[in-house]
């Protein structure tokens, strides 16, 4: 069956970018989406379709992918940016999310 | 606005047949392109998706659990249901509905959540 794998864990400093890979046999065949989720709430859309913002998401979220890898790019990333973000992909008429990634901002 | 809430038992015994119905509101589940979801959480892991009804009524399964689920919609009261059957301690998970926008398939993502329902499996 179709696999996403995401870095379990990425650290940044404030201000600086943060960049958040999903890879996935294939993915530039497909179209990714991503999801940021705080704890206790539900999950966010803020990049779908590969490179689009749904309104409302700054632009500092971009999206882009290549091979067989997607990445989130936050840039200037802030300490509100600090959460769990998935990314989304479709395969053989099935969803498939990535494992998530845990962004910390420190 | 767009909204979704879930609704159902916070708590079955193993075995047991879970229903969860999603009543949403400011859209239609009849328009070219929109499909209700289901996705589930199990607390401290990954999402994963359990299935969706689409604009003209066809459904699509998670092939791993096709067996055990059954989602169904009433248009005309803006509500899809899911059924889960034979749940297991290992189910315990928050059950989000969620709005797809862009189709199907290819490039269908997820624009509007609900707040997701909490069921816990145990005896």
């Known amino acids: 069956s179709y696999e996403l794998t995401q870095p379990p864990s990425v650290s940044v400093s404030p201000g600086q970018t943060a960049r958040i890979t999903c890879s996935g046999e294939?993915?530039?065949?497909?179209?990714t989406a991503w999801y940021q989720q705080k704890p206790g709430q539900s999950p966010l859309l803020v990049i779908y379709?590969?490179?689009k913002r749904p309104s409302g998401i700054p632009e500092r979220f971009s999206g882009s992918t290549s091979g067989n890898t997607a990445t989130l790019t936050i840039a200037g990333t802030q300490a509100l940016d600090e959460a769990d973000y998935y990314c989304?992909?479709?395969?053989?008429?099935?969803?498939?999310f990535g494992g998530g990634t845990k962004l910390t901002v420190l | 606005q767009v909204t979704l809430t879930e609704s159902g038992p916070a708590l079955l015994k193993p075995r047991q047949t879970l229903t969860l119905t999603c009543n949403f509101s400011?859209?239609?589940?009849?328009?070219?392109?929109?499909?209700v979801n289901w996705v589930r959480q199990p607390p401290g892991k990954a999402l994963e998706w359990l299935a969706l009804?689409?604009?003209?009524?066809?459904?699509y399964y998670n092939t791993s659990l096709r067996t055990r689920l059954t989602i169904s919609r009433d248009t005309s009261k803006n509500q899809v249901v899911l059924t889960m059957t034979d749940m297991d301690p290992v189910d315990t998970a928050t059950y989000y509905c969620?709005?797809?926008?862009?189709?199907?398939?290819?490039?269908?993502?997820?624009?509007?959540w609900g707040q997701g329902a909490l069921v816990t499996v145990s005896s």
């Open positions: 969620a709005r797809m926008g862009g189709g199907i398939r290819l490039g269908g993502f997820f624009d509007y």
């Open positions: 400011a859209f239609s589940l009849t328009t070219f392109g929109l499909s």
């Open positions: 009804i689409h604009w003209g009524g066809g459904e």
């Open positions: 294939k993915l530039d065949k497909k179209l």
């Open positions: 379709q590969d490179t």
């Open positions: 989304q992909t479709w395969d053989s008429d099935n969803v498939i």
